[in-house]
């Protein structure tokens, strides 16, 4: 069992930057793929960043590539995304989630392959 919890959302304006943590519970956080994704109203979940379990591979959202980074601190269970040049585009509720499987040496980028997920973070951007 992994418990996710996100924090750091909030209202920035355009230009502006925020990290977003989200602190993780079980034993299998530093075998776990991690990911973020986000929900604007109205619309899907869609992908926005993941990491493998040991941090060696990346992957991102062709629109977020360059401004945003995720990283991890698997001594402090912990994934973060670093978000910088925030655009109105990017306001959405944002959620982490652990990967369905453990010690994959790629990233998963499909909603179907997390398992676990955090109850989401609200990020507002204003133009």
């Known amino acids: 069992q992994v418990q996710l919890v996100e924090s750091g959302g909030g209202l920035v304006q355009a230009g502006g930057s925020l990290r977003l943590s989200c602190a993780a519970s079980?034993?299998?956080?530093?075998?776990?793929?991690m990911g973020w994704f986000r929900q604007a109203p109205g619309k899907e979940r869609e992908f926005v960043a993941a990491?493998?379990?040991?941090?060696?591979?990346?992957y991102y959202k062709e629109s977020v590539k360059g401004r945003f980074t995720i990283s991890r601190d698997n001594a402090k269970n912990t994934v973060y995304l670093q978000m910088n040049s925030l655009k109105p585009a990017d306001t959405a509720v944002y959620y982490c989630?652990?990967?369905?499987?453990?010690?994959?040496?790629?990233?998963?980028?499909?909603?179907?392959?997390?398992?676990?997920w955090g109850q989401g973070t609200q990020v507002t951007v204003s133009s």
């Open positions: 989630a652990a990967a369905r499987n453990l010690l994959q040496p790629t990233v998963d980028v499909t909603p179907d392959d997390y398992n676990y």
């Open positions: 079980g034993r299998t956080f530093s075998r776990s793929g």
């Open positions: 990491i493998t379990w040991s941090g060696a591979n990346t």
